[in-house]
C-alpha cells in the first residue's frame, strides 16, 4: 500500500471519514450520483434544470431524473415550476439538505485542519521572525 503515503493516503482518509459519516447517519444513503447532483444544486448557481443538470454531469436525462425522484423523497431537493414558464422545471434545494451538506462541510474542515497541522512544519511560527531579523541586519 505504499502508493497510499503522505498526502495521498490523508485524502483518502478525508474521503473514508466523511463517506463514513455518511452511511451512519440517520438519513438516506446516497449514491454518487444522487451527491454529485445535490452538490450541483447547493454549490453552482442555477437555475437547475434537468437537462443542465444532465450537460453538467455528463449523464443522460433519465439518470439525473431518477436521482431528483429519490433526492426528493427524502427532502434534500425540490422541483419547482418555472415562474416564467411553468413548462421547466428547476431543481432546488432544501433546508434539510443544507443541513445535511453543512454537517459534511464541517467535518471536512476539521479533518483538513487536521491534515494541515500534521504537514506544516513546527517552526512555521518562527521562520517568520528569522525573516524580520535578517531584514534589520
Known amino acids: ?34 451527491t454529485a447532483l445535490m452538490l450541483t444544486v447547493y454549490l453552482e448557481s442555477g437555475p437547475h434544470t434537468v437537462r443542465a443538470l444532465a450537460q453538467r454531469l455528463g449523464v443522460g436525462k433519465p439518470a439525473i431524473v431518477r436521482a431528483i425522484d429519490t433526492l426528493q423523497e427524502v427532502g434534500l431537493v425540490e422541483r419547482r415550476p418555472d415562474p416564467a414558464d411553468r413548462r421547466n ?36 511560527g518562527s521562520g517568520t521572525d528569522e525573516i524580520s531579523q535578517q531584514k534589520l541586519a
Do not use: C, H
Not at 497510499?4 to 474521503?15: D, E, R
Not at 445535511?100 to 517552526?123: D, E
Open 89 to 124: 422545471i428547476f431543481v432546488v434545494g432544501t433546508e434539510a439538505g443544507a443541513e445535511r451538506l453543512a454537517t459534511y462541510a464541517a467535518s471536512i474542515a476539521r479533518n483538513i485542519a487536521a491534515i494541515t497541522q500534521v504537514s506544516r512544519p513546527s517552526s512555521v
Open 1 to 34: 500500500m505504499d502508493q497510499f503515503a503522505g498526502l495521498n493516503k490523508q485524502a483518502l482518509s478525508l474521503w473514508l471519514d466523511v463517506t463514513s459519516r455518511s452511511v451512519q447517519s440517520d438519513g438516506p444513503d446516497l449514491t454518487a450520483r444522487q
